[in-house]
């Protein structure tokens, strides 16, 4: 197996645990931009792969990419996600849309036992984001191809070039509003959820940017004391 996390304690102490089962073979335990790197999953028969690194610039959930390259690579590894952020609504349907098999809540596994027993025997499925209506207030149908979207997204910097814009209604940010949408088939949305009165082909600039903060951004709630 090979377990891809991007906190060095995490992941060495799963790889330490893990390890200690003599059914247990810990190939490699990768960070996400190296297990992007991974030559042939087609030989891994399990993968424990953290969902989130929020030190990132451009996706706060760079394990969608790696489940995705194993599922390009043909690989029929089992697939087990764990995250801090399990209820967040973005990051299940990514999974979903990326085809991992399981998916826990990391203090799930904090016990040595409970860890190696899921890595036998997964039972807990990606589960579907508690508020539905969540993803369709952001124009997301069951056409809409979410990671294409965000891939599309990062490749050309949309969220710099959005925030920077200058004359919104030239032809230019046209197009890139129709390149978009042919990966991400959207429908369009108004800021608060709603199908614009009048007939709107294209979802607009705002709403794309709002799609992108929902997909690529953890969900951060203020505590009394902290720092917001």
Sequence with gaps: MIIVDDDDISRHGLAAILSSAPDVN???ALDHRRA???PDWRQIDVALVDAADERREDDHFPGVAVVEAIRAGGSRATVIVLTGHFFNGAIRHRMKEARADYF???SELSDAAVLLETVRDPRKAVPDPTDPEEAIRHGVSRRSHV????RHA???DLRAAIAERQNPRSRGWERLRRDFNQEA???AMTSDGRIPDRHQELPSLPQISRFLQWATRVKTRWLPGGDG
């Design 154 to 156: 990062l490749e050309r």
């Design 26 to 28: 810990v190939t490699a």
């Design 104 to 106: 826990y809540h990391r």
């Design 185 to 187: 088939e959207l429908i």
């Design 147 to 150: 990671n294409r979207a965000v």
């Design 36 to 38: 992007l790197a991974w």
